[in-house]
């Protein structure tokens, strides 16, 4: 027999987070549930979902066209840098919050779990390595193929695609806690917020996933902290750091690991990180070439994203506009990446500015 939902107040729920299991939300008011019990608190109801604006024309003496502004025209007091001027995109929808850098397993759970309430979105975080002075990375993912990886979530977000947007980080950075969540409030106007139970928010990170549901309580959101996924396959890599221990990783699915697990090769890891195998995206031009009718050598330059540690990669796939034309063989060092068709022909389907990928495993 299932016993009446208990009542608590926030200093109760500040006591259970930590010892959070897993977490659910139902779809009429604020739900966490945690192992042998079921917590809520009344909510305002969810708005209506209103149709994304995904772009805006302007009009001159010349006709319709596209704003062209500045960037920090652009970007000057908006919160999403690829939405409207009316920053409609994410009304009404439920968005996941994070980095959001490899779209591994752990991502993919935030989109799951802010799908069982409303429309999923994603708000990525960018420009966070020029302004804290973070060395340049190459994506786990490259830009143009992260719509895809999102697409292929849909079965499991009840056949809706999630939809990402963007947020300049010099725009939200000196935001305190309370004022971050109320521009998701009342700028975006978002019905709720999804995020990971070690999620950090507000001038220097000073918010906590404990303060982001006590302030998403406030202002009538729903607020659904999920617990890490585990990596339940290679616990001893810690982080990845060679010269010390990640203090942040507790044996969790995370960016940090995906990252490692390439840059030694191991291509099983990191399927199993991502949850699919991973896609290295080139740009075809003069410098990526077909040095014989089966063989393509590109420099890393035209490397879209993250590649895998140097060595031979046998069991690939050779894809032209996302479409398997061939299977191959890379072979990667310093400075070129090499890959070896199993069919000839491949040359006379592929031009210069086309994107070409590796997908390995």
């Known amino acids: 027999m299932t016993s009446a939902p208990a009542r608590f107040s926030i200093a109760d729920l500040a006591s259970i987070l930590p010892s959070m299991n897993f977490v659910d939300i139902a779809s009429s008011r604020s739900c966490i549930c945690l192992k042998g019990r079921r917590y809520h608190t009344p909510l305002k109801p969810l708005k209506a979902i209103q149709k994304p604006q995904l772009a805006r024309s302007v009009f001159n003496s010349f006709g319709a066209q596209e704003a ?67 060395p340049y990375r190459p994506p786990v993912v490259a830009k143009c193929d992260r719509k895809r990886v999102l697409s292929s979530w849909a079965p499991l977000c009840g056949n809706v695609a999630p939809l990402e947007f963007q947020v300049e980080f010099s725009n939200v950075r000196h935001l305190t806690p309370r004022l971050f969540v109320e521009k998701l409030s009342k700028d975006l106007r978002v019905s709720g917020v999804v995020a990971g139970e070690n999620y950090r928010f507000g001038y220097k990170a000073s918010g906590n996933a404990q303060d982001l549901v006590k302030l998403c309580k406030e202002y009538g959101l729903h607020a659904c902290i999920v617990s890490h996924v585990m990596d339940k396959t290679r616990l001893p890599y810690n982080g990845a750091i060679s010269n010390g221990i990640n203090p942040n990783d507790k044996g969790q699915v995370s960016s940090t690991r995906v990252r490692h697990a390439l840059s030694i090769g191991d291509m099983e890891y990191v399927t199993q990180l991502l949850g699919r195998k991973h896609r290295l ?81």
Not at 70 to 98: F, N, P, R, W
Not at 334 to 360: A, C, P, R, T, W
Request: hydrophobic letters at 40%.
């Open 68 to 134: 062209k502004l500045g960037k920090g025209e652009m970007l000057k007091d908006k919160m999403l840098t690829d939405c409207g001027s009316d920053q409609e995109c994410v009304t009404g929808g439920i968005v996941a919050l994070g980095k959001f850098d490899a779209l591994h397993i752990g991502h993919r759970e935030l989109a799951i779990e802010a799908s069982k309430i409303g429309s999923p979105f994603l708000l990525s975080f960018v420009g966070m390595e020029e302004i804290l002075g973070w």
């Open 281 to 361: 995206v080139l740009m075809v031009n003069k410098e990526c070439r077909f040095s014989s009718s089966r063989r393509i050598l590109a420099p890393r330059s035209c490397l879209l994203n993250q590649p895998p540690g140097n060595g031979k990669y046998d069991h690939c796939s050779f894809l032209v506009d996302n479409l398997i034309v061939a299977k191959c063989r890379v072979v990667l060092d310093d400075e070129n990446l090499d890959i070896e068709l199993y069919k000839e022909g491949i040359q006379d389907v592929i031009h210069d500015g086309q994107l070409i990928s590796v997908e390995f495993g």
